[in-house]
């Protein structure tokens, strides 16, 4: 398996959309401004648009930008509401556990 990750990967940000054609999967770290950032904007249409299946991982500490899912549900634009948040996906919850850090 593949795994692009924006940040280190996406060599020029005008090919955003390109690299969202090419991934299968779009997973979505939830917390507090995602749906603020224009380039994760641009990311979620772009998946949205071409019907890709999502995973969706919400921060839990709040220190860190977490916020309960209908905080995130309430900044997410209402356009991407129902492709992001819609259907039985339940969102992977991410703990961060401090031994488990000092591991990978």
């Given at each position: 398996m593949k795994v692009f990750l924006d940040i280190d990967d996406l060599e020029d940000v005008g090919e955003l959309e390109r690299y969202i054609r090419q991934t299968t999967v779009i997973l979505i770290f939830l917390s507090r401004g995602y749906f603020a950032s224009r380039n994760c904007l641009r990311e979620a249409h772009a998946a949205q648009q071409?019907?890709?299946?999502?995973?969706?991982?919400?921060?839990?500490?709040?220190?860190?930008?977490?916020?309960p899912l209908a905080a995130?549900?309430?900044?997410?634009?209402?356009?991407?509401?129902?492709?992001?948040f819609g259907g039985k996906?339940?969102?992977?919850?991410?703990?961060?556990?401090a031994d488990l850090q000092l591991l990978t």
């Amino acid at each position: 398996m593949k795994v692009f990750l924006d940040i280190d990967d996406l060599e020029d940000v005008g090919e955003l959309e390109r690299y969202i054609r090419q991934t299968t999967v779009i997973l979505i770290f939830l917390s507090r401004g995602y749906f603020a950032s224009r380039n994760c904007l641009r990311e979620a249409h772009a998946a949205q648009q071409l019907a890709k299946p999502l995973c969706l991982v919400l921060e839990m500490d709040e220190a860190k930008g977490g916020a309960p899912l209908a905080a995130m549900q309430a900044e997410c634009p209402d356009e991407l509401r129902p492709y992001v948040f819609g259907g039985k996906r339940a969102p992977i919850h991410w703990h961060r556990v401090a031994d488990l850090q000092l591991l990978t």
